[in-house]
Structures are given as C-alpha cells and as structure tokens.
C-alpha cells in the first residue's frame, strides 16, 4: 500500500471508530467526558512509556485506558460528594491529570516522540513509519492498533446494543429490569477510553472530542432512531475523514486538523438544511404556521360574526369606510341598531387588530383558497371555509 | 377483604435517607393481593421514594420489602413499574414500538434481541391502550397523555403480577385519565395488584379500593372506607384538609380536599 492510502485508511479508521460510542455519549449528555477521557489518557501514556521504554507497546493502551476510566470514577466520586456539580468535577479532575503528564513529559522525556504538539493534534502523516508484521504484511502500527479497536467497539455495540439503549433511555427501567446500569456505564467509559488512546496518537487530545461529538450530533439532526443515529454517525465520521484528509493534502495543512474542521462543516451544513429540524426548516414551519393562524383567526372571526346584518352600501358607508381606515375604533356610532361592520374589508384589520398590509394578503390569500368569498366589499364564508372552522386546529 | 390472600407486599421496618434527611421513617406496610391501592401525601411525602425503594432502585437506611414473599430481586418478573413520565428523555431517537418493547427486555436478558414474538405482543399491548396507529411515530412528538399510554403500554407488555405506578395521571386529559382508570380496574379484576402514586385526593374513592396515607411516616393504610376519613387526612396534611364525607359513596365532586390551596 502507498503510503497515502495508509494514511487515509488510518483516518477513516479512527474517525468511524470514535463516531459510534459518541452517540452514546451525546444521548447520555456527557459529551464533555469525552473531553476529559482523552486528556487524561496522556498521564497513562506517560506512565506506560516510562515502565516500558517504548512508545508502541500494548502496556501504554492499558494503563491509558485505565487512566480514562480513572478520570470518570473520580469525577463521580466528587460529583458524589455533592459539593461540586459534575461539569465543575470534570474541569477539575481532567487538567489535574493532563498536566501532571505534561510535567512528566517536559522533565524527563523532553527529546522523546512524546512532545506536546503531537500530545494535543496528533502526527497521522507520519504513522506509515512505525510498523509492524502482521500475517506476512507489513502494516503500520497505528492502522492496526486502529482497526482492532474498531472491531472491538463494532462488536461490543453490537452486542449490547439494546442494553445500552434502555440504560440510556431509561435507567431507572433498566435497574429494575435488573441490567445494570453501572456496569453498562463504565464499559461504555472504558471503550471510550480505548478508542481515545488508539486515536490519540492519530489525531492528538483535542481532535479525538471532535471525532467523538460532532458527527453524533449531526446524526442526532437527521434521525429517529438509535439505529439509524450510528449509522449516519459513522457515515459523517468517514466522510469527514475522507473529505479532511483530500483537504489536507490539497493544502499542505495539518490532515488531523482538516477531518475536525470536515465533521464541523457537515454539522453545519446539517443544522442549517436538515429536512426536519434544521434551521431553515425550522423558520420556514414558523412563517408558514403563523400565516397558516392568521387566516385561521379571520376564518374564525368570520363564521362568528355570520349572519350579522351587513352594512347598507351608500355614500355615508363610503365616507365611514374613509373614516375608520384612519384611525376610528371598535364598533362606528354611525351603524344602524343591528348592523355591524364585523366582516367588513375595510374595518377587518380594527377588529383584529392587524396591520392593513397583512389583513389584505391574508383575505387576498383565502379568496384565493376559495375559503371567503367578497361582495359590496363584505367577506363570507364559503362552504369549504366553514367546513375548516368546525375542524380543530392542527399545524 | 382479601386478607387471606397472600400478600403483594409487605414493607418492614423501612427507612431511607438522602443525606442525613430522613424522606421514609420505620415504614411498615403490607399490600393484600389484587387490590388497587392509592398512595397519598403531600409533595415531599416519600410517594415516590417508597416505590423506589421497594424496586431497589435507591437504598436503604433500614428494613427491606418482599415481593409475594421473597426479596424483589428474585421476583423481577412479576413486576412492573411505570416512572413518572419526566424521568427520560422524549428527545431519544426512538419510536413508541420500540419503547413498549423494552418493557420485555427483562424477560430477554442480556445480549438476547426482540423479535417477531416481542413485536407482536408490543403491537397488542398497543392497542390495549389505543396507541397502535402511533407505533412507528418518534417519541418526542406525543402529547402528554400518548407519552403516558406509552409507558402503560411498556408495564402491560410486561404481564406482572404486581404494578408500581408513579403518578400515571400527571399531565394528562380526561379522556386518557378515563381510559387509564379502567386499565387498571380491569388489571384489578385479573387479580393483579395496582399500586398508583395518586395526587388527586377528590378521586380517591372512586378510583381505587385501597389506600396508603403517607407522609414521611406511614399515616395508615388499608380499605378505603375503614382509612380514607377526614381524621387521617388531617394527620397526613396537616391544616385544614377538609374532607366533607364519612362515608365513601359520596360522588367525587362533594369530596373537597385543598392540598393546593
């Protein structure tokens, strides 16, 4: 394999990978442990690296991993005492241990392949150097590390796909079920824990969150059902990856960079286009509902005033009508006992209160519909207009 | 009535704490099977508390509950419980079947998936509750009352023998309070247990045949017409509760209670 496809496999690899227990964590409204997780897996890193001498032996996966899991049993442990409120907890246990590792890091293993930049935004493009032998092949390290990982996530979701989705949805249910949310819990911790340190040396602390939130949140935009978030999830995750790393090549630029950047323009696109809960989606029901009100109101008014005596049309209605546009309130002194100028088109706008503009386009519109009808300037229902007065209102 | 039936639960001695605040004192209780029973008391009485720790879903200070005679753990399947609906999200990306087929993931265990057997009895428990058109609708686009028929669904796809409801009439409409009253009568009339956590003091009556009057303590409990009296509500209220009737055949409306006043 070229060294590009390499890279390019890795990418896809590791932003599939983080995309699937996201939207677990974005359900669980714990997207900010994400955050912490892959911060403080450094200290694991660090520690590992220090026992063994090595930077690619499986030992730093696991004490990472722990280090991860560390980090949300002690942000519950505070979060337990009541004193602090979890968002607090995680903003004081994560930096705790990130920086301990940066200490560590800048003492004694200042000249090592451990330095800050790759720790905060990853090397992908030099992955194809480190290598390994598997079955006769020669791979890199990290693809392989990766894709382990992913298989691993595939199938722990896989298989307690509807455990995790109770324990997410309902905890109290699933206790009482007897699944055990706890447990439930911190393997979900612990997988992402997994899958933070395997991307860490990929995509670097702070990308890993990126990898992780945004295309479950994007998902979230575009889906009812759990099933169908993780697919379109990982589906952003690949095409962030394949998109950021065409991006990154084009532009000489950072490739880790360009994949975050990638998944940030897919949510966007998404929040703004989404079909059903997009933005634009959104303003367009609100326009379309408060006209879709507004002709309900004067369908309303309508059928309320039917049947009143209408105006007689002579000169002084004219002048009245002249009048009342003006300025005149309510109900005209001027009307005969038993007259009333309710539906009248020219004194609609007084009585509801509309400006004159509006109440024309919306008289104009339901003409328009066949729902009124306008003679000598009065406005009735017609057949099909009474007919949607009696229906309940429904947007 | 019903005393020669075993009973469907029998608290002893039990109390919970949050903190160091005492919400349930010493709770003694004991539920005759197939009654359906009502618990009051005021906001912060413990309703909900007891419930859950007869489910095991908090701890306990002391004490313990049995379910037909054993602790709850062995008993989960004759169990069901209905949350208040405000304890989960309605913006989960999930459908009403779905939801209405957890209620049987118990029964499946772990790893084991619903099928074609479990979409079948989610479709009856549907339309049990006249839900059934709604089955492929997103929850987080029912009303109140559908988000409540939805869990009512999720406890009878269960078939328990004993039901714990945490204030299934909260938020909802006439028709669906109806609808649901009868459900639980007519799970009475199959011989199960109903327990409700209940707000509304002026359908005591006519509702249910049981009641539990609690407030932090255990006021008293047992039928309706030998418990449910002004003396007792005085004791669970405080102030002025004014029950106006001695006797439980008295209409609902001439049962005034001001628990909000």
Known sequence: MAPQTEVLLIAIVVAASCALPGVFLVLRQMSLMSDAISHSVLLGIVIGFFLTGRIDSPLLLILASATGVLTVSLVELLNRTQLVKEDAAIGIVFPALFSLAVILITRYAGNVHLDQDVVLLGEIALAPFDRVTLFGLSLPYSLVVMGTILIITLSVIGIFYKELKISTFDPGLSIALGFSPGLLHYGLMSLTSIIAVGAFDAVGAILVVALMIVPPATAYLLTDQLFSMLVVSFLVGIVSAVSGYGIAIKFDASIAGAMATMAGFCFLLTFLLAPQRGLLAIFYRRFRQKWLFAQRILLTHLANHEGEGILPKDKKNAKHVKISTAKSKSINPILPPGKSDQCHLHQLHHYLCWNVGFTYKIVNQAQKQGLVQIENQVLRLTNSGRQITAQPFIQ | ?261
């Open chain 2, 1 to 261: 009535m019903a005393t020669s039936n075993p009973l469907a639960i029998e608290v002893t001695n039990l109390t919970v704490a949050y903190q160091e605040t005492p919400v349930l004192w010493d709770i003694d209780l004991a539920v005759p099977a197939g009654v359906l029973m009502a618990i009051v008391g005021p906001n912060g009485a413990g309703k909900t508390t007891l419930i859950k720790a007869i489910l095991e879903l908090i701890p306990s200070a002391s004490g313990q509950a049995w379910i037909y005679g054993k602790p709850y753990r062995q008993q989960r399947h004759l169990v069901s419980y209905v949350p208040q609906r405000g304890e989960v999200d309605w913006d989960f990306p999930t459908t009403v079947q779905d939801v209405v087929m957890m209620g049987l993931y118990g029964q499946l265990g772990w790893i084991r998936r619903p099928g074609r057997r479990e979409k079948q009895l989610a479709r009856e428990a549907m339309n049990k509750v006249d839900i059934l058109e709604l089955k492929d609708r997103q929850i987080s686009q029912l009303s109140g009352g559908q988000q409540q028929r939805v869990f009512l669904a999720r406890a009878l796809i269960q078939n328990a023998q004993l039901y714990l409801m945490d204030e299934p009439f909260q938020g909802v409409d006439a028709t669906t309070e109806r609808a649901i009253v009868t459900l639980l009568q007519s799970l009475r009339q199959q011989g199960k247990t109903v327990i409700v956590v209940h707000h509304d003091l002026h359908t005591v009556t006519s509702y249910f045949d049981w009641v539990m009057l609690l407030n932090v303590h255990q006021i008293d409990s047992g039928p309706i017409e030998a418990v449910f009296n002004e003396d007792n509500l005085h004791r669970t209220y405080g102030g002025h509760v004014g029950i106006l009737s001695s006797s439980a055949d008295v209409p609902p409306s001439q049962v005034l209670a001001n628990e909000y006043s």
